[in-house]
């Protein structure tokens, strides 16, 4: 490589290949390994997808320059395979195509297996605990019914977003890119979704499409972003669906159908509207809501807080729990939302929902004290400002749901702080063929006695 005299561009090595022997998995679905650049004397950080721990592999670059504090590869050629390497099922998976998915490549207990390693990974680094110390028994639990036959993925996505292309064909966009990979089906969708047929018609004029299929009803529903500027298309699917329509300022309107889908768990069905919140893998609302419960331990006439409620899911089986003579209370701060939960909560008397941001209407609220939390943040996490507030409750046990391990650990590291450890952990392979992971932690006064 040449030396220049001026600054090098941001990704002056992009196309450049490397042989690289493959270390540690890392968060966000790509491992980590290191190789000396020309003219350098210090190994740098590569994260390669696409590959295994133990591997040798061609990497080739797909970001960063020789001063970027780490460089993005694909591996492009596999020299020494790891005997938990499969061949992808899905045809669109590979360097460069779909980016939907990060472990087509990896058999599906090599999938959990490198999942346990992201999460005890970031609950040492963040949070300072060990597996043992979180609680957790260091496995992550298949839902039920994802085990397969070999070569075939478990259909499990019940909402997906496609892009579609300049020429109107629907797909799904590539790693860290606007370019749209075209696919004629996602081999994880599920059979609601795949049913309606996305991926043969023709979405001139449409940017996005994203397509629902309820768990336990036969509702389906699309949600349609135009172009600027283009008119919206006669939808026709090849399954019975409602149609919305999103405006130029993020607004979802109702075109034809129902505004809302109805979804089935814990025994109860739960209207979901203008595309909000709900679980994506059809099994998780009932896996989620059983461990939190179970962790929980709720009692009759105990006061509960569901933060990030959602349209109720949490706050609707504490309320069963905690009787009459108890009360729950839900913050969420989407709109709609919260008319869908104060909509499938209307028959507890004792159920509250209020509007707002968890960091400001928490303290409007003028609650002192709280027998039992649930929280289950966005993928950022709670942050400090909220868990400090939620300890200064003093709640007896509090449950806290997230879909991201380093959020969880960052936010364990500060129930720490405030006088909160866990207890018991768990963690569920939700996002099967994907990096990501839900965690349920129990977390009770450090105080207390195990």
């Known amino acids: 490589m040449q030396h220049r005299s001026k600054a090098p561009e941001a990704d002056a090595l992009v196309g450049e290949r490397y042989e690289v022997e493959v270390g540690p998995v890392a968060h966000g679905g790509h491992c980590i390994a290191r190789t000396v650049l020309p003219g350098h004397d210090r190994p740098q950080v590569i994260f390669v997808r696409h590959a295994l721990p133990g591997e040798r592999v061609v990497?080739?670059?797909?970001?960063?320059?020789?001063?970027?504090?780490f460089l993005r590869a694909d591996a492009v050629e596999v020299l020494e395979a790891s005997p938990d390497r499969v061949e992808a099922p899905c045809p669109f998976s590979g360097p460069g195509r779909c980016g939907g998915c990060d472990w087509?490549?990896?058999a599906p207990g090599a999938q959990r297996r490198l999942k346990v390693q992201?999460?005890?990974?970031q609950l040492e680094r963040?949070?300072?605990l060990t597996?043992?110390?979180?609680?957790?028994d260091g496995t992550v639990e298949p839902a039920p019914g994802d085990k397969v036959a070999k070569g075939e993925v478990p259909t499990w996505r019940t909402r997906v977003q496609y892009a579609v292309d300049a020429e109107g064909h629907a797909g799904l966009r590539r790693?860290?890119?606007h370019e749209v990979e075209r696919v004629d089906r996602c081999l994880i969708a599920a059979p609601g979704v795949s049913e309606l047929g996305v991926e043969s018609r023709d979405w001139s004029g449409i940017a996005s499409v994203e397509a629902i299929a309820a768990t336990g009803s036969s509702d389906r529903q699309v949600i349609?972003?135009?172009?600027?500027g283009a008119r919206l298309p006669i939808v026709e699917l090849d399954r019975p669906v409602s149609v919305?329509?999103?405006d130029e300022q993020g607004g979802i309107h109702r075109v034809h159908g129902r505004g809302f889908v109805r979804e089935r768990a814990i025994d109860r069905t739960w209207r979901v509207g203008s595309g909000g919140f709900w679980q994506v893998h059809p099994m998780a609302a009932g896996l989620l809501v059983e461990a939190v419960m179970q962790g929980l331990m709720p009692r009759k006439g105990e006061t509960a807080l569901d933060l990030y409620c959602g349209v109720g899911l949490f706050a609707g089986a504490l309320a069963e729990r905690v009787g009459e003579t108890g009360a729950v209370l839900g913050i969420e701060s989407g709109k709609r939302a919260v008319e869908d939960a104060r909509h499938n909560l209307g028959d507890f008397d004792r159920v509250r929902i209020e509007q707002g941001k968890v960091e400001s209407a928490l303290p409007r609220t003028g609650i002192t004290e709280a027998d039992l939390v649930v929280l289950d943040p966005p993928r950022t996490g709670a942050g400090r400002a909220t868990v400090e507030h939620v300890a200064s409750l003093g709640p007896r046990r509090i449950a806290y749901v997230a879909c991201d391990p380093a959020a969880l650990a960052r936010d364990l590291g500060y129930f720490a702080e405030a006088g909160y450890a866990p207890r018991r952990l768990r963690a569920f392979d939700l996002f099967p063929m994907t990096h990501h992971v839900e965690c349920v932690a129990i977390l009770e006064p450090a105080t207390k006695d195990a």
Request: glycine fraction near 8%; charged fraction near 25%; hydrophobic fraction near 30%.
């Open 224 to 228: 349609l972003t135009p172009r600027p």
């Open 59 to 69: 990497a080739q670059i797909t970001e960063g320059g020789p001063d970027s504090r």
């Open 131 to 136: 597996p043992e110390e979180a609680g957790w």
């Open 244 to 246: 919305l329509r999103v």
């Open 104 to 106: 087509q490549h990896a």
């Open 118 to 121: 992201v999460i005890t990974e």
């Open 175 to 177: 790693h860290r890119s």
């Open 126 to 128: 963040l949070a300072h």
